[in-house]
């Protein structure tokens, strides 16, 4: 049973740094790419950024570029997001995913080609 569980969440202020993590089992996790999510209240889930299995290749949303820094632990089959510099638009809660295709070089971008998902976890930024 695969398994994706986010943890780290919580309430910052603007300009204060949260590191999200989450923890993955049921599944071959060193070759998958996973990616990280998110979605604010009425708002469409967004693509926030992506990790190849290697963990070579990152890909990030203009919006938090030079701000967010996603990583992965093969070893302890966990991804995380080190988010810094936050803003009030930033608030969302957070999902991870993992790649339906495995061994990509490039992690995707788009909501349709992650399979897994965990139940996410809030992140609100006060102003």
């Known amino acids: 049973q695969v398994q994706l569980v986010e943890s780290g969440g919580g309430l910052v202020q603007a300009g204060g740094s949260l590191r999200l993590s989450c923890a993955a089992s049921?599944?071959?996790?060193?070759?998958?790419?996973m990616g990280w999510f998110r979605q604010a209240p009425g708002k469409e889930r967004e693509f926030v950024a992506a990790?190849?299995?290697?963990?070579?290749?990152?890909y990030y949303a203009d919006s938090v570029k030079g701000r967010f820094t996603i990583s992965r632990d093969n070893a302890k089959n966990t991804v995380y997001l080190q988010m810094n510099s936050l803003k009030p638009e930033d608030t969302a809660v957070y999902y991870c995913?993992?790649?339906?295709?495995?061994?990509?070089?490039?992690?995707?971008?788009?909501?349709?080609?992650?399979?897994?998902w965990g139940q996410g976890t809030p992140v609100t930024v006060s102003s």
């Open positions: 995913a993992s790649d339906r295709t495995p061994g990509r070089r490039w992690p995707p971008s788009e909501r349709y080609e992650y399979r897994y």
């Open positions: 049921g599944f071959t996790f060193s070759t998958y790419g």
């Open positions: 990790i190849s299995w290697t963990g070579i290749n990152t």
